[in-house]
């Protein structure tokens, strides 16, 4: 009888072991990518390192605007080649001997999602994403406009 208490116990200890090392393996490997992802998401305010830097100068973040085409531009590693993603358009250049580049863009009417990705030679890739928002709307001839109140007109003789 006292073997058979032995052996249940040493059975549930190495089980119960053997359960808590898979648990503490499986959350050091869920927590492991979570960390990785955290150091290469693109900051919402561009700030030019370095080692890695995509600085985009135009246009602003969250701005709306009237124009059909817009001009892209920024700077980057020297010669490094430079993806820009309009609404599923995409158009390819290089980045100058200085690091500069400049693509005009087409837009659509309402939001407008342009991400830009800059390829360095070793493969690695750096993303800087901006929303512009396309509107025909003219906001400023609305505001103009005077309010009477009585809905009457004024004949002046």
């Not at 869920?30 to 995509?54: D, I, R, Y």
């Not at 135009?58 to 490094?80: L, R």
């Amino acid at each position: 009888m006292k073997k058979e208490i032995i052996f249940a116990i040493l059975l549930g200890l190495t089980l119960g072991l053997i359960i808590t090392y898979g648990v503490y393996r499986a959350k050091m490997t869920l927590q492991q990518p979570l960390q990785k992802e955290e150091k290469t998401l693109p900051s919402s305010t561009p700030q030019a390192t370095n080692n890695s830097s995509l600085l985009l100068i135009s246009p602003e973040d969250e701005i709306i605007t009237d124009q059909e085409k817009i001009n892209v531009a920024g700077t980057t590693t020297p010669d490094s080649f430079v993806i820009i993603i309009v609404n599923d358009q995409d158009q390819i250049t290089t980045a100058d001997q200085t690091g500069n580049f400049s693509v005009e863009v087409e837009l659509e009417k309402g939001s407008n999602v342009i991400r830009v990705h800059a390829l360095k030679e070793d493969g690695t890739s750096i993303v800087e994403e901006r929303t512009v928002i396309y509107s025909t709307i003219d906001f400023a001839t609305s505001d103009e406009t005077p309010a009477t109140g009585s809905g009457e007109t004024t004949n002046e003789k």
